[in-house]
């Protein structure tokens, strides 16, 4: 921290609004362009984190114009005390791919109990049947049921790792590739589910509850196969940063 | 104070200067800069990301707040961030005390004699 005494003001008072660079050669906007660029997590997540630094950086640039500074030597300066984008991305990346982590443990684990619900429901209504496609379509489903059911406790113990019980317990690092792999194992479990309950509608004689369950499990696999694979991506870019 | 050694405390000097009330990502690295009278060597950046984390932890909280048509984060410590605060304090006062016991043995504490 080098600026120390730089003067304080209110953020409407702008003076790059008087002495506005160009857009091209601005370091500031160029550092929040690479440091966007270079981050992935969930988008509310980011935009909240980039809207942040660029608030940031912009009440420096402010600060070191009401000092004496050109808008060119003051942007230039409030870039580096900062810190590049290559060491700001590190710390902001463990946080983004925390927050995706978490992202995926919710996901999975609002949707795998209700998953397994809806399919009990589904065979509890329809007891009479004792075709063998219906009856092995039953058995497979309950057995997708019960391990997704198990992942959604992993996920719900990860919620609590990395919530309020990260105050007393240091976050494994390689929990959010393993929320990842879970919630890409759910997302698997939930699309074969899917088709196993479509294919099971067609034969079931109470075949509406049936073609609802499996709905449900299309949906499920849509909300938590894309948020794992955002998981899994922003696990290997923490690892690599 | 080189960074490396400042990042292992910044947590702490976060929740310290929001003790007196809720401030603004800028304000707080104005805040630690004015009471570290600028010996601490901290790339300022790296404050966002470590709000970020002490907010998950519900060590603060934040909110939105609009000046003129922007708007900016403000933060503010929860009871559970003050709780954390002081042992932070705790543990740092044995810490250096521990460390100046050995580094001047002839300038002991009372307390340690």
Not at chain 1, 208 to 229: Q, T
Request: charged share 20%; with cysteine.
């Amino acid at each position: 921290m080098s600026a120390h005494g730089r003067q304080t003001g209110p953020a409407e008072a702008h003076p790059l609004e008087a002495h506005p660079l160009e857009a091209e050669a601005d370091p500031v906007e160029k550092h929040i362009a690479d440091l966007t660029a270079v981050l992935h997590g969930p988008a509310r997540a980011k935009a909240r984190m980039i809207e942040e630094i660029r608030d940031g950086l912009t009440e420096t640039v402010a600060a070191h114009i009401r000092g004496g500074s050109t808008p060119t030597r003051a942007a230039d300066d409030a870039v580096r005390e900062f810190g590049t984008p290559e060491e700001l991305a590190p710390g902001c990346q463990r946080e983004l791919t925390i927050a995706q982590a978490r992202h995926t443990a919710w996901a999975v684990a609002l949707t795998a109990p209700l998953l397994a619900a809806c399919w009990y429901l589904a065979s509890s209504t329809a007891p009479g049947q004792d075709g063998p496609v219906p009856r092995a379509a039953q058995l497979f489903a309950t057995q997708l049921a019960t391990a997704v059911g198990a992942i959604a406790l992993l996920a719900a113990l990860a919620l609590a790792v990395t919530g309020t019980l990260a105050r007393r317990l240091p976050t494994p690092p390689r929990l959010p590739l393993a929320i990842a792999w879970a919630g890409t194992t759910a997302g698997v479990a939930m699309g074969v589910a899917t088709l196993t309950l479509t294919v099971a509608s067609l034969l079931a004689t109470d075949w509406p509850l049936v073609a609802l369950a499996g709905a449900f499990a299309a949906v499920s696999h849509a909300v938590v196969a894309p948020s794992a694979r955002a998981c899994r991506r922003c696990a290997r870019l923490a690892r690599a940063l | 104070m080189r960074a490396d050694r400042v990042r292992g405390h910044l947590d702490g000097l976060l929740m310290a200067v929001l003790e007196q009330g809720p401030l603004h990502g800028y304000a707080i690295i104005t805040a630690v800069q004015q009471r570290s009278g600028g010996v601490l060597d901290l790339r300022t950046g790296t404050i966002y990301p470590a709000l970020n984390k002490l907010e998950r932890l519900g060590l603060l909280t934040s909110s939105w707040e609009s000046v003129g048509e922007r708007r900016r984060r403000s933060y503010r410590l929860t009871d559970a961030g003050r709780r954390s605060l002081a042992e932070e304090r705790t543990a740092w006062r044995e810490f250096t005390m521990a460390i100046g016991s050995v580094l001047n043995p002839g300038a002991q504490p009372r307390s340690a004699i």
